[in-house]
């Protein structure tokens, strides 16, 4: 039983690196765009709020997440329920851990990463980045870390919708990209957009 979950297992990493290696340089442009746009909102918004030395809405586990949201989207780990819920499941490990053992590092640190990967396992939203969103509490500035639970909502939650909102836009540009891999979603979020476009023509008649 555990040796057919590993082969299956492989086959199917095996499958989508090889899937993601296909990529045409239409697709690469999309991902390009899409990177570029979601994190360039997220740094604009932080230029107008604070300054370089305050680094709070631009966290470093928001790039990570680009790279599967915008670069493998076929990844289990680049849905949105692994982007949305690993994120905020570890910001909230990360706080919890900082407000129990503050000035332990060595203990406070892998916790917090080994906690946060445990939840999301069971929850079924693994998100690799989300380890490093887990650990920016523990050896964040004082400005991240006086922010407590806020943490979570700002810069955790509004960056990952910026990110996500980016993702359905451009991640459905072509015929040949579609996010999330969810049929139904996908379908819901095309119809939509299609609907979007054809509406104002009848309703201008």
């Known amino acids: 039983m555990v040796q057919k979950k590993i082969k299956r297992t492989y086959r199917l990493t095996k499958y989508i690196i090889y899937k993601e290696t296909l990529i045409d340089y239409k697709e690469k442009f999309w991902s390009f765009v899409g990177a570029f746009i979601g ?22 586990s928001f790039g990570a997440s680009s790279v599967l949201i915008y670069g493998a989207i076929q990844s289990p780990y ?3 329920r692994n982007l949305i819920g690993g994120h905020l ?4 490990v990360g ?3 900082l407000k129990f053992c503050p000035d332990i590092i060595w203990i406070s640190a892998p916790l917090a990463v080994s906690t946060s990967i445990i939840l999301m396992q069971y929850t079924k939203t693994l998100h690799p980045p989300g380890g490093a969103t887990a650990l920016i509490p523990i050896i964040g500035t004082e400005k991240i870390t006086s922010l407590g639970y806020f943490y979570l909502l700002s810069p955790v939650l509004t960056g990952v919708l910026i990110l996500l909102i980016t993702a359905l836009i451009f991640n459905n540009m072509t015929k040949n990209r579609s996010y999330p891999t969810n ?18 023509k009848f309703v201008g008649k």
């Open 89 to 92: 499941l570890s910001a909230f």
């Open 39 to 60: 994190i360039g909102i997220i740094a604009f918004i932080q230029s107008l709020s604070f300054t370089k030395v305050e680094n709070i809405f631009l966290i470093g």
């Open 183 to 200: 049929r139904m979603s996908t379908r819901i979020f095309k119809t939509k957009k299609r609907l979007t476009k054809i509406l104002p």
């Open 95 to 97: 706080i919890s851990v």
């Open 78 to 80: 680049s849905q949105p």
